[in-house]
T-cell receptor, first 115, second 112 residues
Framework: SAVISQKPSRDICQRGTSLTIQCQVD?????MFWYRQQPGQSLTLIAT?????????ESGFVIDKFPISRPNLTFSTLTVSNMSPEDSSIYLC????????????FGPGTRLTVL | QKEVEQDPGPLSVPEGAIVSLNCTYS??????FMWYRQYSRKGPELLMY????GNKEDGRFTAQVDKSSKYISLFIRDSQPSDSATYLC????????????FGTGTKLQVIP
């Protein structure tokens, strides 16, 4: 089955700093998605990362806070900028794989704690 | 009203019980329905995927869809302690490469 990996798996960061999360897919995909899962909550879509164009952000999320790169069809990064404790969350990337574009597969997540 | 409603639980059942997990949705455009299982400190794992009304069975798991009532269910037979996890229903709008709307998840605990 397809594999999606993320780095780092977890991090503890200071307020005001930035963290870049990497997502690697073992097959080429047109779109990748970034989600946030706050403690005890479900998944909230942050943005859709398109290869070769700017990411599309959902309501409540802006590029200055969550810049995204998508340099090729197997890789994406999400940066959480100028962090505050409210950014403490699990960040997950996903991609439609296995030949069916509606089946979303997820990476293991990055657990971020901001002090 | 949220597009997808799911009872957060927690739901505790004894080992061997039949578990019923449910979601309701409001958007009649949803055509595809998925169930994810998420273990603590892990990413969601796709468990079941269906796009039609009726039942779909996979081992001990059965996904049921009733589009007329906008209601979906996941049944787990002979539940095991290893089934203890959070179960999320999810619905893409379809048509390819669409974002997915998730329910809040139901936390299940199967007690040995």
């Amino acid at each position: 089955s397809a594999v999606i990996s993320q780095k780092p798996s977890r991090d503890i960061c200071q307020r005001g700093t930035s963290l870049t999360i990497q997502c690697q897919v073992d097959s080429q995909v047109t779109m990748m998605f970034w989600y946030r899962q706050q403690p005890g909550q479900s998944l909230t879509l942050i943005a859709t990362a398109n290869q070769g164009s700017e990411a599309t952000y959902e309501s409540g999320f802006v590029i200055d806070k969550f810049p995204i790169s998508r340099p090729n069809l197997t890789f994406s990064t999400l940066t959480v900028s100028n962090m505050s404790p409210e950014d403490s969350s699990i960040y997950l990337c996903s991609a439609p794989l296995a030949g069916d574009r509606n089946e979303q597969f997820f990476g293991p997540g990055t657990r971020l704690t901001v002090l | 009203q949220k597009e997808v409603e799911q009872d957060p639980g927690p739901l505790s059942v004894p080992e061997g019980a039949i578990v019923s997990l449910n979601c309701t949705y409001s958007n009649s455009a949803f055509q595809y329905f998925m169930w994810y299982r998420q273990y603590s400190r892990k990413g969601p794992e796709l468990l079941m995927y269906t796009y039609s009304s009726g039942n779909k069975e996979d081992g001990r798991f059965t996904a049921q869809v009733d589009k007329s009532s906008k209601y979906i269910s996941l049944f787990i037979r002979d539940s095991q302690p290893s089934d203890s996890a959070t179960y999320l229903c999810a619905m893409p709008l379809g048509g390819g490469y669409q974002k997915v709307t998730f329910g809040t998840g139901t936390k299940l605990q199967v007690i040995p």
